[in-house]
Nanobody, 127 residues
């Protein structure tokens, strides 16, 4: 089982980045993106059921970030536009293999709802 996150980098405020998470070795029910800034706890960013039927965002990224998935490539993307310095963090992708039903719909933002984690990719937004 492997989750390989990539696409991070240094970008100026207002710029864009696209993160990718290549997932292998399992049948996934949902994928999520979390981030952790220096000195802060890991926080939820966005998630999608693998079917694409349900998509979630934290309020601070709504309208700027878009999560999507390519089923054929087993890859989930996070398109990040209008980046702000406060988006600076290490971004982690996470995968869930248990069913993504009613329980998940209430707990998608909880890290414990995910079974596997990628290694993280660093995003730095300069002002």
């Amino acid at each position: 089982v492997q989750l390989q996150a990539s696409g991070g980098g240094l970008v100026q405020a207002g710029g864009s980045l696209r993160l990718s998470c290549a997932a292998s070795g399992q049948t996934w029910s949902a994928m999520g993106w979390f981030r952790q800034a220096p000195g802060k706890e890991r926080e939820f960013v966005s998630a999608t059921t693998w079917s694409g039927g349900m998509i979630y965002y934290t309020d601070s990224v709504k309208g700027r970030f878009t999560i999507s998935r390519d089923v054929a490539k087993n890859t989930v993307y996070l398109q990040m536009n209008s980046l702000k310095p406060e988006d600076t963090a290490v971004y982690f992708c996470a995968g869930r293999i248990s069913t993504a039903g009613a329980y998940y719909s209430r707990r998608y933002s909880n890290p414990t709802s995910y079974d596997y984690w990628g290694q993280g990719t660093e995003v730095t937004v300069s002002s």
